[in-house]
């Protein structure tokens, strides 16, 4: 999108990323990628019991 908005503003035109229902969509859009990763990440560290949790060390893991 940036390099998008980059053509658009160089060529004196209103760049599509500015506008709110873009911006609308790419926040949902991001939102349910999130939602994804947050729900990925908790089933992984359900089935490994946390011990790849950054900055653990082997004492700290169960």
Known sequence: MTAIN???TG???VAPG???????LRSIARADRLA???E???QVEEVDGGA???GATPEQSP
């Open 18 to 24: 500015r506008a709110e229902t873009i911006r609308q």
């Open 40 to 42: 990925r990440v908790a």
């Open 36 to 38: 994804r990763v947050e």
């Open 52 to 54: 790849h949790t950054p």
């Open 6 to 8: 980059a053509v658009h």
């Open 11 to 13: 060529a004196k035109m």
